[in-house]
């Protein structure tokens, strides 16, 4: 026990904890939800539903998270303009972006453009039930773009990983950055 | 309003909206889901077809009328249309003829196809 509140500080002397524990736990149920909506889409459509429920209740604390959460948690943080977020990929192509320590410029519209989609791709979900096939074909194309953008998610998260020499994923489990 | 807070209104807007409909859908309003248990229900043990006439005004998915005409041994089921206490829907028959089928919309039982004209 004696050694634990040493070994904190020495922790925060490095690290600063930026993303707190209800974002952390809402990523990563928001991301496990997609994969079982994913991979349930075709054979199994209770399952289906209840992720497609869930990823929908998840979108809706994190907006109301996004309004009283602490400060990286909220979408005055991180939601950027268009033109932020072109210089900020202009840098990034030139291999020399800053680093944030909260969501950088292409990173806050990930996540906007991703609950967005997600939004979308549950709507059609519900709407499929009642009105059938046209629909459901907007439902596959929204998932489908919901899909793309995890994957560009992904990409991003390692790219700016390896740019900054930081573990990105790391940083969403533990909750800590690097102070600079 | 900030921008961060009208893009997080819009998303709780949505999400909210969104989740009123899935509870209208589920109520009934237009979706009576009821109808798709029972419909499913009458798949596993056709025996209990008759527990459904004490539901009257019933009616199933889309979804679970596709459902019911797998499990009879219809594919390729398209356009199905509810239509004054019936359903029908194109489909190839088990013998791989283009049929229009006709289900009662109560019971789910089939009640008559049509060679696709």
Redesign the interface.
């Known amino acids: 026990m004696t050694a634990e509140p040493a070994a904190d500080a020495a922790a925060s002397w490095h690290s600063i904890a930026v993303w707190d524990p209800v974002l952390r736990l809402l990523h990563w149920t928001l991301a496990a939800s997609f994969a079982l909506a994913w991979l349930t889409g075709e054979a199994w459509?209770d399952m289906h539903e209840g992720a497609g429920?869930a990823i929908?209740?998840f979108?809706?604390v994190?907006?109301?998270w996004?309004?009283c959460g602490p400060r990286h948690a909220?979408?005055?943080?991180?939601?950027p303009?268009p033109r932020e977020v072109l210089a900020y990929l202009r840098a990034l192509a030139a291999g020399r972006a800053p680093r944030y320590l909260g969501h950088n410029p292409a990173g806050g519209a990930m996540i906007?453009a991703l609950?967005?989609s997600l939004?979308t791709a549950?709507?059609t979900g519900?709407?499929t039930?009642?009105?059938?096939?046209p629909v459901e074909a907007l439902h596959e194309l929204a998932a489908n773009v919901c899909l793309a953008l995890v994957l560009v998610h992904l990409a991003g998260v390692i790219g700016t990983s390896l740019l900054h020499r930081e573990n990105l994923v790391a940083a969403m489990i533990t909750g800590r950055k690097r102070r600079s | 309003m900030t921008r961060g807070n009208l893009v997080a209104f819009a998303l709780l807007i949505g999400a909210a909206a969104v989740g009123g409909m899935a509870v209208a859908a589920e109520r009934g309003a237009g979706v009576p889901l009821v109808g798709a248990d029972r419909i499913m229900a009458d798949e596993a043990n056709p025996t209990r077809a008759t527990e459904a006439e004490d539901i009257v005004h019933g009616g199933v998915t889309t979804r679970a009328v596709e459902k019911h005409l797998t499990s009879q041994g219809y594919t390729a089921i398209r356009d199905i249309e509810r239509d004054d206490g019936h359903y029908e829907a194109g489909a190839r028959a088990p013998g791989g003829k283009r049929v229009e089928v006709y289900l009662d919309a109560d019971t789910g039982d089939i009640l008559r196809t049509e060679a696709e004209q």
Not at chain 1, 74 to 79: E, G, I, K, L, S
Not at chain 1, 129 to 133: A, C, R, T, V
């Open positions: 459509m429920y929908l209740a979108i809706a994190r907006a109301v996004g309004l909220r979408f005055d943080a991180f939601v303009t906007v609950l967005a939004l549950s709507a519900v709407l039930d009642s009105l059938g096939e």
